[in-house]
């Protein structure tokens, strides 16, 4: 089997924003493949950071965005316990990236995730055993 894929937030907001053109698609476009092949996982941090910016950012009526969360709430998700928020303060204490990036790449790690799909980190860079990978470049 392949190995699993951690999606960030922003490529979920890429691909419902109507308006983001190429990233929209490869957005589209990666989420397709990860979907087919059983590879993608979230966690709870992406559901709810998914439904403000798509209340937020994109306008989506929160009807809808609810209807989004429920269909991402799908995937494999790691449920955030208090284990991943202290091993993302280590994360963010070593690594200098926000606490949110660390917590991502923590649950990633917990999930025996190879990389996380994110354009908010340096892509190639290796934390915590997860490779980042920019998907838009």
């Known amino acids: 089997?392949?190995?699993?894929?951690?999606?960030?937030t922003n490529v979920f907001i890429y691909?419902?924003?109507e308006d983001a053109g190429a990233k929209r698609d490869r957005a589209r476009e990666r989420i397709g493949q990860l979907l087919r092949e059983g590879r993608a996982v979230i966690s709870?941090?992406?559901?709810?950071?998914?439904?403000?910016?798509?209340?937020?950012?994109l306008?989506?009526?929160?009807e809808a965005a609810r209807?989004?969360?429920?269909?991402?709430?799908?995937?494999?998700?790691?449920?955030?316990?208090?284990?991943?928020v202290l091993g993302a303060i280590d994360l963010y204490r070593l690594h200098a990236i926000s606490f949110w990036d660390a917590l991502i790449v923590r649950c990633a790690s917990a999930a025996g995730c190879a990389?996380?799909?994110?354009?908010d980190l340096n892509a190639g860079q290796v934390?915590?055993?997860?490779?980042?990978?920019?998907?838009f470049l």
């Open 15 to 17: 691909a419902a924003d």
């Open 44 to 57: 709870t941090q992406v559901l709810q950071e998914f439904f403000v910016a798509a209340t937020r950012k």
């Open 127 to 135: 934390i915590d055993g997860v490779r980042i990978e920019n998907p």
């Open 1 to 8: 089997m392949a190995e699993r894929a951690f999606v960030d």
């Open 59 to 62: 306008g989506i009526a929160a």
């Open 115 to 119: 990389n996380v799909l994110t354009e």
């Open 67 to 84: 209807q989004h969360v429920d269909v991402l709430a799908q995937l494999d998700t790691v449920v955030v316990r208090p284990e991943h």
